[in-house]
């Protein structure tokens, strides 16, 4: 289901896109187990779909191997509008929710290409053009683990704001 309660707060597809493209920090939901587990990650978006890289073993790898239904979270808390009575205060605030599918990417040259991207946006689009093939194919982090990359295909989303006009 897809449908807000407030209406009135929908945003529109191109305030969820440049939401989408611009945050910083996404947050990932996952269940295992009838266990939830939510994780905060880099990430991109592009083509409808969220890419991003995490280590080859780990929590958020078991989770997604056993059970690839996913949720995607990204948020921006504006400010809190005061009000005389404590409980008369607003959050000024805009998010954006979506459920979708993650796999682990296998091929090298869509690994290539979503760390191209992962890159190009927290470095910049020259450092991402020193992102190679066999780079991908063989980096180690310090720790020694692989980077393994996600893509996450969206089947649906919302976005919703609250930004009260002033007077």
């Known amino acids: 289901m897809n449908v807000l309660r407030r209406t009135d707060r929908a945003m529109t597809d191109l305030e969820i896109d440049v939401m ?3 945050a910083q920090v996404g947050r990932l939901g996952l269940c295992h187990d009838n266990q939830p587990y939510v994780v905060p990650l880099n990430f991109v978006y592009e083509n409808a779909c969220v890419y ?17 239904r996913v949720c995607f979270e990204v948020d921006e808390h504006i400010k809190t509008a005061t009000a005389p009575a404590p409980c008369d205060y607003e959050t000024v605030y805009r998010s954006v929710i979506a459920f979708g599918r993650a796999k682990i ?28 093939n066999r780079m991908v194919d063989s980096y180690k982090s310090p720790f020694g683990g692989k980077t393994t990359l996600l893509e996450i295909t969206i089947d649906r989303m919302t976005g919703k704001h609250y930004e009260p006009q002033q007077p």
């Open 20 to 22: 989408l493209r611009t």
């Open 52 to 68: 991003a890289h995490c280590a080859e073993t780990g929590t958020k790898i078991d989770y997604l191997r056993d059970n690839p």
């Open 105 to 132: 990417l296998t091929a090298i040259e869509e690994k290539t290409a979503a760390l191209k991207l992962i890159v190009s946006k927290y470095a910049g689009p020259e450092q991402a053009g020193n992102v190679t």
